[in-house]
């Protein structure tokens, strides 16, 4: 997986498997929502958002609420992806991610995600930590600066 900058936000790229395939070689639809969370998170990584620490010693998950998912045409066995996500909405305690997922520049599908922020021990909606919050909110100023390229 490689991820580069464009238009200051981590695009991630994915090669796809056979695991991600049925047997004619086009991916399942679930993998869509799995390749939107890794656009998600690569996002928050890139805000300075450690979310492995945000479960694990803050309490807090990241739980999805709903999602919208539009097929444009199926991706294939050995395609090289690139998955595009941004932050679309955000809220106290949830906030809507759209996720392109492209081969090249025909698009294959595009994920609308609302995600919410959970209590880990009490299982219910949270409002975000303050410095999730800032973090989401300094995204609209990190769209339109553009940054040296981010490698992984």
């Given at each position: ?8 936000f ?41 979310v492995?620490?945000?479960f ?58 609302e995600?919410?922020?959970?209590d ?33």
């Amino acid at each position: 997986m490689t991820i580069v900058a464009r238009n200051a936000f981590p695009v991630t790229q994915y090669r796809v498997i056979f695991g991600d395939t049925d047997a004619g070689g086009i991916v399942y639809h679930p993998r869509y929502l799995e390749l939107a969370e890794r656009g998600r998170n690569e996002i928050m990584r890139h805000l300075g958002l450690d979310v492995g620490h945000l479960f694990a010693k803050e309490n807090y998950g990241l739980a999805l609420r709903s999602c919208e998912m539009k097929f444009h045409t199926p991706a294939l066995f050995d395609d090289l992806l690139t998955i595009q996500s941004s932050l679309g909405k955000l809220k106290a305690a949830s906030s809507t991610w759209i996720t392109k997922i492209k081969r090249g520049p025909v698009e294959i599908c595009t994920v609308t995600a609302e995600i919410i922020c959970m209590d880990r021990i009490r299982h219910q909606p949270a409002l975000f930590p303050a410095h999730v919050m800032a973090a989401f909110q300094a995204a609209d100023t990190i769209k339109t600066n553009p940054v040296a390229e981010v490698t992984s």
